[in-house]
Every structure is written in structure tokens, then in C-alpha cells.
């Protein structure tokens, strides 16, 4: 018998859905979700799920419903500057699609959502929108969430998915752990391909292209490609008036955005250029968002309260790990919940940190690292850049080894591997 029949999980975003989704599957522990939102997310852009992310989706039962919808072109381009040459073409997955069966998937953040919770109502799990929490006690080894509306809810365990800005991490769980700005934003939009002019190049997979203000990108994220993604991401200083200055930066005009960003872009030689440039003008709406991430080494539990995802080590998205490290956040719970069917609460939570942590310090590490490389730079930094990018893919081309855009162990790693004493 398992110590836990009960969770509540705040947060309904892909790391709540999926963590309802394994418990019950593979524990036949019961959740009930608690959403901030008076509905499901209508927000986002698209979100990059690699080799690692896709097995663990595929064992939730959800990577075929997606393969329907999401883009599975793990081709990666980068294009030239200067010119219409491709300095770089790879696949995301490298070798990894030969060793475990799984290569890249691009897909809508709303699509992802809706497939979650396709599988989470099948399995019979309330969710409840509009539901903002604002105490947590614990009390006779149970856990109890008490809400705005003056509901509340008592469970043996209580999961915080509730993202960079927890209220589960702030009033229970580490309230000196605080999210710090990265140095760098983004600018991103979604656009049918109806829009474009019908003679522009195909879209079918990841395009990019460096400047010397950061990285434009233009994806694919429907598997009928009749819907494109594309960001600009590079360095941002904090407004003058401070970080609250920010929400200056959503409300600016469209046009505003157009402008800045077509400035950078002018840069951008070529048909390939011509092209990103098409792309802005007839974008009608710019989301702005600054990226944020939470300082490494904080408490990830306390009690009966445990973070998952963003709630507890939110990095930079620059190793495009984001999603598979919640999945994976929760493949190692059920991991540990396997090894540990007698084991207290204190003493499960306490191995999945141990377990869990070195994985985590090291992909945030890294995406924090290749973020560097969307930050500001010279002529000659940019020709080092791109000559960076194209040894790195062409010289391993050349000892016959595939190069994904990511490390190979990092996209063949399983969760379920771990070693449990």
C-alpha cells in the first residue's frame, strides 16, 4: 500500500495534467487539480518537446494523439546572415531517434494542453478553474488547501505546478526563493500561413538565423504546417522605472514592436531575409515576455508539499528542456514511489531530491550557458557565432556522427533508470 491515495495538485498547466495523469495511472492515487484561471490556457506560443519529453509522453498515452497535430520535423537550419547560404543543417535529435525510437516535436502550447486534459478527463479527475489558493496546512499527516472562494480540500500530498511565480513555493514551501530576470527577452507571435504571400518559402521545420541583438527563429508548429511560429530573442536591460516597467513593454503598439524588431532585421540579407521580414509586417499582434528563471539550490519540499517544474527550478528555455524537465520531475516521483511502497512522505520526498537535483543543476546549467549566445554582440562576434554553429555540425559530420542541437545523453536519459538504494 502506497503512503499516498490522495494529491492535490495546483495548477493545470502541462506539469499538473501530466503528474494526475502518472499517479493515477501507475499509483491508482486519486488527484483533484486546482486551476488560477477561470479556464483552460488560451495563452503561449508553441513549446519544443525533444527525444526525453516525447518517450515520457508516450508512456502517458498522449505522444500519438499529438503526432496528429504537432510538427515532427526534427530539422534544425541556420541561416546565413550575410547571404542565402545554410551554415547549419541537423536534426534535433542527433542519434537519438536510432536509440530509443523519439526525435523533436514543435507544438502549439494550447494543442499540448488540450490532449493533456483529453487523457486526464478520461481517467475521471476534477479540475476546478477560478480557483486561487491562498492557505496551506498541514495537520494529523494530512495537507490541506484552503481557497480564495472559501472552499477547501484535504489530501495526503500536495503538488505545486503552479509555475515560476508558485503560491504553493511562496507561502509554504521556500518564500526566499525569488525568480531573477535572465538579461533577455523575447518578442513571439503566432501567423497561418494563409497570410504570407503564396510564393514564400516553405516552413516545415525549426529556421534561425543570428543577428547581433540575438536569435530569430521561424517554426513550424501543425503537422499540416498551415500555422508558423516565430520569436526574436536577445538581450533586455531592465526598464528604468524597474522591473514593474515591464508591463510598459506588453502595452506598446504592434507597430512599436514591428519597428524595433525590423530595425534588427535589416541585417538579414538575401531571399531568406526578404523573407523574415515578410513575416513581421503582416503580423497583426507581439507577445513580449521577459525571461525569468529561479536561482539554483533552493527547498524543493517541505512537509507534505512538493514543487514540480517551473515551481521549483524554472531555467532559461535555451536547451529547449523546459517541458521534458517537469516530465521527467515526475517520472522520478513515481520512480521513488515504486522503490518506496511503505516509505513515509519525508523519506520519499528526500530520495527524489537526491535523485532528482544533479539532473536538474546540470540542464540548467547548460540552457543558461547557451543563452550567452543570444545576448549582444559586434560584427565579429556574430561571424564567430556563425562559424561557432557550423563547425560544431559540420565537423562531427565528418568523423560520421550525428550532432543533435542537443547532447545525446541528455535526449536518451530515462527517468525510470535512475538508480533507487
Not at 102 to 117: A, E, F, N, P, Q
Not at 165 to 177: F, P, Y
Not at 347 to 367: G, L, M, Q
Request: net charge negative; aromatic share 8%; glycine share 8%.
Amino acid at each position: 500500500m502506497y503512503p499516498v491515495k490522495k494529491a492535490i495538485i495546483i495548477g493545470a498547466g502541462p506539469a499538473g495534467l501530466a503528474a494526475a495523469l502518472r499517479l493515477q495511472k501507475s499509483h491508482n492515487i486519486s488527484s483533484v487539480i486546482y486551476e488560477l484561471r477561470p479556464t483552460p490556457t488560451t495563452i503561449g506560443g508553441s513549446i519544443g518537446i525533444p527525444s526525453n519529453g516525447l518517450r515520457l509522453l508516450d508512456r502517458l498515452g498522449v505522444y500519438k494523439p499529438l503526432t496528429q497535430i504537432a510538427n515532427t520535423d526534427e530539422r534544425f537550419i541556420l541561416h546565413s546572415t550575410t547571404n542565402d547560404a545554410i551554415l547549419a543543417e541537423s536534426n534535433f535529435s542527433g542519434e537519438a531517434m536510432e536509440r530509443i525510437g523519439y526525435g523533436y516535436m514543435r507544438v502549439k502550447r494550447t494543442d499540448l494542453i488540450s490532449c493533456l486534459l483529453d487523457a486526464v478527463q478520461r481517467e475521471g479527475t476534477p479540475i476546478h478553474y477560478g480557483k486561487r489558493i491562498v492557505s496551506i496546512d498541514e495537520q494529523d499527516e494530512r495537507v490541506t488547501a484552503k481557497f480564495e472562494d472559501g472552499t477547501q480540500d484535504t489530501a495526503d500530498i500536495l503538488l505545486g505546478c503552479d509555475g515560476i511565480h508558485s503560491s504553493v513555493r511562496t507561502m509554504r514551501v521556500d518564500s526566499t526563493l525569488k525568480p531573477e530576470y535572465s538579461g533577455v527577452s523575447a518578442m513571439f507571435s503566432l501567423l497561418r500561413r494563409s497570410e504570407l504571400p503564396a510564393d514564400s518559402p516553405p516552413v516545415t521545420c525549426f529556421n534561425s538565423t543570428f543577428t547581433t541583438d540575438g536569435l530569430l527563429a521561424i517554426i513550424s508548429c501543425t503537422a499540416s504546417n498551415d500555422e508558423i511560429f516565430w520569436f526574436f530573442s536577445g538581450e533586455v536591460p531592465v526598464p528604468e522605472s524597474g522591473e514593474n516597467g515591464w508591463e510598459e513593454h506588453r502595452h506598446k503598439e504592434v507597430q512599436e514592436f514591428k519597428t524595433s524588431i525590423l530595425n534588427v532585421l535589416g541585417q538579414v540579407q538575401g531571399r531568406w531575409g526578404n523573407f523574415v521580414r515578410e513575416v513581421i509586417h503582416r503580423t497583426e499582434s507581439i507577445s513580449f515576455t521577459p525571461i525569468y528563471r529561479l536561482p539554483l539550490g533552493g527547498t524543493w519540499s517541505r512537509g507534505r508539499c512538493l514543487l514540480i517544474g517551473d515551481a521549483a527550478h524554472a531555467m532559461q528555455p535555451h536547451a529547449g528542456q523546459g517541458t521534458s524537465m517537469a516530465l521527467e520531475d515526475i517520472f522520478v516521483l513515481s520512480h521513488v514511489l515504486k522503490h518506496y511502497p511503505d516509505g513515509s512522505v519525508h523519506d520519499i520526498f528526500s530520495k527524489y531530491d537526491e535523485v532528482r537535483r544533479p539532473r536538474v543543476t546540470r540542464i540548467y546549467t547548460a540552457s543558461e550557458q547557451n543563452g550567452q549566445l543570444w545576448k549582444k554582440t559586434g560584427s565579429w562576434g556574430l561571424w564567430f557565432r556563425e562559424n561557432m554553429v557550423w563547425a560544431m555540425f559540420s565537423l562531427a559530420s565528418v568523423f560520421g556522427r550525428k550532432r543533435g542541437v542537443i547532447p545525446l545523453d541528455d535526449l536518451i536519459y530515462d527517468p525510470e533508470e535512475e538508480p533507487i538504494s
